[in-house]
């Protein structure tokens, strides 16, 4: 509770601690999950969290369509931390949140995430069949696992969460959008983003760009990345290797992560492979045999 000891008696803005260590929010999180009845937790994710949580979906709340709400919340994802990245894809019939970890995030943070997503969301749009499908860090899950689901202050998950919407009903126009509001806040987060990404690490940039070549069927290959950061393949690498990285470490993260999710839609592993860049079906397993081995 130290780190919350502190904002509480800061008098400014200015004196609160530039970084939140993780163990710092562990230690939040335990002090009030002691305090909630079970179901607690997911009954207030799925209350009016849209609109009052202090989160990038909240900036967001105002836009001129639900779908609007989606898509500019999820470009936005560096404003609420550099430890996840959210993607949306858009399909004929649904549109799909996911939100890829760039480290391992205690459970209660994987649950805040979807449980906003799935819970809130609908709350906000006022139509509780707006959620077609649910993955917590690779799980899937119904609705009422998901409101009834406690977290675990000290797991730690790597793997992807992912919400799926009814395109449809996304397309309807949201009664609180606002203008005026909409204006505020692009003038105030457009240079804030700017800025965020300048300082952003090269690990958190080649993630990134991995989950935007992927879907966009680009090669993910190391010189392809590095291209799309305006680098050279050379530079790319000594900077990762000052973090402690490794391309080829990151790809297999991001593989692991993308390969279970589809998994849980398509049993076609040789067309899963392809579209990870694999050109053998054998290298996918072994690489998901052995990120299983670790888990375990």
Request: with cysteine; glycine share 4%; charged share 20%.
């Amino acid at each position: 509770m130290a780190w919350f000891d502190r904002v509480s008696s800061s008098a400014s803005i200015d004196a609160l601690p530039e970084r939140i260590s993780p163990r710092d929010l562990s230690a939040l999180h335990q002090a009030i999950q002691c305090q909630l009845l079970p179901g607690q937790w997911g009954r207030f994710w799925g209350k009016d969290s849209f609109q009052y949580a202090p989160t990038v979906w909240t900036l967001c709340a105002a836009a001129p369509t639900f779908d609007e709400v989606l898509s500019s919340g999820a470009r936005l994802s560096l404003l609420d931390s550099s430890a996840f990245i959210f993607s949306l894809q858009k399909r004929l019939e649904t549109v799909s949140v996911t939100i890829y970890p760039i480290v391992a995030l205690a459970e209660w943070q994987h649950l805040m995430l979807v449980q906003q997503l799935a819970l809130g969301f609908p709350r906000l749009v006022g139509n509780q069949n707006l959620v077609r499908s649910v993955v917590l860090s690779g799980r899937p899950q119904t609705i009422k696992q998901l409101a009834a689901c406690e977290p675990s202050a000290c797991r730690e998950l790597i793997g992807a969460s992912e919400v799926v919407f009814d395109r449809a009903i996304l397309e309807l126009k949201n009664p609180a959008a606002s203008e005026s509001w909409e204006v505020i806040t692009r003038s105030v987060i457009e240079p804030l983003m700017g800025l965020r990404l300048k300082q952003q690490s090269a690990t958190y940039r080649v993630i990134k760009v991995l989950i935007d070549h992927c879907a966009a069927g680009v090669p993910l290959d190391m010189v392809s990345v590095a291209v799309a950061l305006h680098t050279e393949k050379s530079t790319l690498r000594r900077r990762l290797k000052a973090e402690g990285q490794s391309f080829s470490r990151l790809l297999a993260q991001f593989r692991i992560q993308e390969a279970g999710l589809r998994l849980l839609k398509d049993d076609d592993l040789a067309q899963i492979s392809h579209s990870l860049g694999y050109q053998s079906v054998i290298s996918l397993r072994r690489l998901l045999k052995d990120a299983r081995k670790v888990a375990a």
